[in-house]
């Protein structure tokens, strides 16, 4: 099979392999030579007619379409506008409870678990990144026995800042500081910032002196001697956790895709979608974010959300990011990417209602703000971006103990958080080995089913969470980025 029909009410197909002009598939005649992942029509289209793929609207003919040609942006433009009406139909789902699973992970003080045992420094400010970077360097004789890495997160931010701004600063360092992957943590400072350590310690909350130690470097004589020794005795904190079997039920994963292809809603995200599923009906927990591509697919969001509160405050998440992107002039629909475009997405809805498989057909039962933390067990969306680093790190902030990130394009970046990249293309995963850890693209090979394919991610996450690396963990990319809407004084 060469081609597919998502859904029986469509009038496109999608090419699963490259096509040639006059090829003939599902007693369609292929009129354009058609890439891997571009649709082609599968009946006459007229002008101003809606294009449907995945049984959804995803734009409208910008002039007349003959049966089987090639579709996309040369003759479809979308049908999104700034403003939408939405109605609460709450479509229960029919996900049955199933026995935990296990994996070896470590449990913490808090009741919590981590995947990871690794020390970490926080800087509370970019003003101190070459020193948080220095003790990294200068301390790894610590990684030894129980303790699996010593890592700093340097970013940019934590001065001249104001207002939300400052405070997603503080609150997304703060939750990192409290991850449980963090066996132990050194938070540093420099004493002038508008991020003081003071205010830092009040997002904080409680915490234990013996995980979390404090270095302000306008008042050490000697920065690097003085924060050598604090990861020192954290290290000793840090070394007593050891791996243990543990219940699904205190498992989170966050879910996100980048570089999106005309695949990556049939074969990764589905699969992604499927997983999550599985995982929830073991009692564990998934996080979705990435709002603006959200965008054209809402709907279907909204109609799982589990109550009239849960829908209300899921209104307000994609109103509000559409008001962020009308109060800086922008259009709501600016997506998708170039690269996007390369694999076959054509307008924003294309390229969202693909997004949102990636939630299965799990109720859900929260909406979270950016960097608030993850409290209930199930799907909970997350308000945040769509950009690659900065959603995953906003996953991580709210509690997932690994991100999976499907792709079509490929990405070697990694989070704070073990960082899964799931391909949608067989190709993909052949030419970047070193990118990859799971290939998807067998959906779309006939290899395995979504069902089989989620299944088996299941497992694989399972061993990555009792300690299997992961292709960015082996690479040692580890990166952080903080969502900024504001000016910088």
């Not at 990294?136 to 004789?141: G, K, P, S, V």
């Not at 990011?321 to 307008?347: L, M, R, W």
């Given at each position: 099979?060469?081609?597919?029909?998502?859904?029986?009410?469509?009038?496109?197909?999608?090419?699963?392999?490259n096509?040639?002009?006059?090829?003939?598939?599902?007693?369609?005649?292929?009129?354009?030579?058609?890439?891997?992942?571009?649709?082609?029509?599968?009946?006459?289209?007229?002008?101003?007619?809606?294009?449907?793929?995945?049984?959804?609207?995803?734009?409208?003919?910008?002039?007349?379409?003959?049966?089987?040609?090639?579709?996309?942006?040369?003759?479809?433009?979308?049908?999104?506008?700034?403003?939408?009406?939405?109605?609460?139909?709450?479509?229960?789902?029919?996900?049955?409870?199933?026995?935990?699973?296990?994996?070896?992970?470590?449990?913490?003080?808090?009741?919590?678990?981590g995947?990871?045992?690794?020390?970490?420094?926080?800087?509370?400010?970019?003003?101190?990144?070459?020193?948080v970077?220095?003790l990294?360097?200068?301390?790894?004789?610590i990684?030894?026995?129980?303790?699996?890495?010593?890592?700093?997160?340097?970013?940019?931010?934590?001065?001249?800042?104001?207002?939300?701004?400052?405070?997603?600063t503080?609150?997304?360092?703060?939750?990192?500081?409290?991850?449980?992957?963090?066996?132990?943590?050194?938070?540093?400072?420099?004493?002038?910032?508008?991020?003081?350590?003071?205010?830092?310690?009040?997002?904080?909350g409680?915490?234990?002196?013996?995980?979390?130690?404090?270095?302000?470097?306008?008042?050490?004589?000697?920065?690097?001697?003085?924060g050598?020794?604090?990861?020192?005795?954290?290290?000793?904190?840090?070394?007593?956790?050891?791996?243990?079997?543990?219940?699904?039920?205190?498992?989170?994963?966050?879910?996100?895709?980048g570089?999106?292809?005309?695949?990556?809603?049939?074969?990764?995200?589905?699969?992604?979608?499927?997983?999550?599923?599985?995982?929830?009906?073991?009692?564990?927990?998934?996080i979705?974010?990435?709002?603006?591509?959200?965008?054209?697919?809402?709907?279907?969001?909204?109609?799982?959300?589990?109550?009239?509160?849960?829908?209300?405050?899921?209104?307000?998440?994609?109103?509000g990011?559409?008001?962020?992107?009308?109060?800086?002039?922008?259009?709501?629909?600016?997506?998708?990417?170039?690269?996007?475009?390369?694999?076959?997405?054509?307008?924003l809805e294309?390229?969202?209602?693909?997004?949102?498989?990636?939630?299965?057909?799990?109720?859900?039962?929260?909406?979270?703000?950016?960097?608030?933390?993850?409290?209930?067990?199930?799907?909970?969306?997350?308000?945040?971006?769509?950009?690659?680093?900065?959603?995953?790190?906003?996953?991580?902030?709210?509690?997932?103990?690994?991100?999976?990130?499907?792709?079509?394009?490929?990405?070697?970046?990694?989070?704070?958080?073990?960082?899964?990249?799931?391909?949608?293309?067989?190709?993909?995963?052949?030419?970047?080995?070193?990118?990859?850890d799971?290939?998807a693209?067998?959906?779309?090979?006939?290899?395995?089913?979504?069902?089989?394919?989620?299944?088996?991610?299941?497992?694989?996450?399972l061993?990555?969470?009792?300690?299997?690396?992961?292709?960015?963990?082996?690479?040692?990319?580890?990166?952080?980025?903080?969502?900024k809407?504001?000016?910088?004084?």
């Open positions: 099979m060469k081609t597919i029909k998502i859904h029986q009410e469509d009038n496109v197909i999608v090419a699963l392999q096509l040639e002009k006059d090829e003939i598939h599902q007693e369609i005649t292929v009129l354009d030579k058609i890439n891997t992942g571009h649709k082609i029509a599968n009946r006459n289209i007229g002008q101003g007619e809606i294009i449907i793929k995945y049984g959804l609207p995803i734009g409208i003919a910008t002039k007349d379409i003959k049966q089987g040609e090639w579709v996309h942006t040369h003759n479809i433009k979308t049908r999104l506008e700034e403003e939408a009406t939405y109605t609460y139909n709450h479509k229960k789902s029919a996900l049955q409870k199933t026995e935990p699973k296990t994996f070896m992970g470590y449990e913490r003080k808090d009741g919590r678990a995947i990871r045992n690794e020390i970490w420094i926080i800087p509370t400010v970019g003003c101190v990144n070459g020193v970077t220095k990294a360097q200068d301390n790894n004789h990684v030894k026995e129980n303790i699996e890495g010593l890592y700093a997160y340097p970013h940019p931010f934590g001065c001249s800042q104001m207002g939300e701004d400052d405070q997603n503080r609150r997304v360092l703060a939750s990192l500081v409290n991850h449980p992957n963090a066996g132990a943590v050194l938070v540093v400072g420099l004493g002038c910032e508008n991020n003081t350590i003071k205010l830092f310690k009040e997002a904080l409680k915490w234990d002196d013996d995980r979390v130690k404090f270095l302000m470097c306008q008042e050490s004589e000697d920065e690097i001697k003085e050598s020794e604090l990861l020192s005795q954290l290290a000793e904190y840090a070394n007593q956790f050891k791996r243990t079997q543990i219940s699904t039920e205190k498992l989170v994963i966050g879910m996100k895709c570089g999106s292809d005309g695949l990556s809603g049939i074969t990764a995200n589905s699969a992604v979608g499927k997983f999550s599923d599985l995982l929830i009906s073991t009692g564990g927990s998934t979705l974010t990435e709002v603006p591509e959200m965008f054209g697919a809402e709907n279907l969001l909204m109609d799982k959300c589990i109550n009239e509160e849960i829908f209300n405050k899921a209104v307000d998440m994609i109103n990011f559409k008001d962020y992107f009308v109060s800086h002039g922008q259009v709501v629909y600016e997506n998708p990417s170039p690269g996007n475009k390369e694999g076959g997405i054509s307008t294309d390229k969202s209602c693909g997004c949102v498989q990636k939630g299965g057909s799990a109720d859900i039962v929260d909406v979270i703000g950016y960097g608030e933390q993850v409290k209930k067990q199930g799907l909970t969306l997350l308000n945040g971006p769509g950009n690659d680093l900065v959603s995953s790190t906003a996953l991580a902030a709210a509690g997932a103990h690994l991100v999976l990130f499907t792709t079509g394009r490929g990405t070697p970046f990694g989070s704070a958080v073990p960082t899964i990249k799931i391909s949608s293309n067989t190709s993909l995963f052949e030419k970047h080995s070193k990118w990859i799971f290939n693209g067998t959906i779309a090979d006939n290899v395995e089913t979504i069902d089989e394919s989620g299944e088996r991610l299941l497992e694989f996450v061993e990555v969470a009792s300690g299997k690396h992961t292709k960015t963990e082996i690479s040692g990319y580890r990166e952080i980025s903080i969502f809407g504001g000016v910088v004084l």
